[in-house]
Structures are given as C-alpha cells and as structure tokens.
C-alpha cells in the first residue's frame, strides 16, 4: 500500500488482507456493497463485512478520503496490486 501512500491511515498492527485490498481497490470505482459483491460473486453481506473491517483498520481520516488517494487503476490491472 506504501505505492498509493496511504499506509499512513491504516493501523499497521492489523494489515489488510489480500481480499481486504482487492475490496478497496474496487470500491475507487463504485462504493456500493452490492456492486462489490457482484464484482467478487459473494453476498452483499460479505461484502458489507469486507468493507465493515476495512474501516475498522482505518486510524486517521475516513474511507472516502483513501479511496479519493487511490489512482484509478483499470480492471485487468487491480489483482496486481494484491501482492504488493
């Protein structure tokens, strides 16, 4: 996440997980838990639990201001990001 500068709003004793920074690479996009869902084929409510724990990790600012950090990246490039 150090590439995005944003690893200053996370708390780095709890790190994102690989599905936790798919979630938030695809939420730059559209933020809604049924579309996430759609995009990943789960339940809006794993979604919603994806998205959920990705705040709790947040220590400063809000999610809307990481995602507003966060260059567009196009789809066939977002997996790639996952094991950086």
Avoid at 33 to 49: R, Y
Wanted: with cysteine; proline share 7%.
């Amino acid at each position: 996440m150090s590439h995005f500068n944003i690893e200053s709003y996370f708390d780095p004793r709890a790190p994102l997980t690989q599905k936790e920074i798919q979630v938030l690479i695809a939420m730059r996009e559209d933020s809604r838990c049924k579309v996430i869902a759609n995009k990943f084929g789960c339940s809006v409510p794993t979604a919603s639990n994806h998205i959920h724990n990705i705040n709790g990790k947040l220590t400063s600012g809000i999610l809307h201001e990481v995602l507003r950090k966060l260059p567009p990246i196009p789809e066939d490039k977002q997996n790639m990001y996952t094991y950086l």
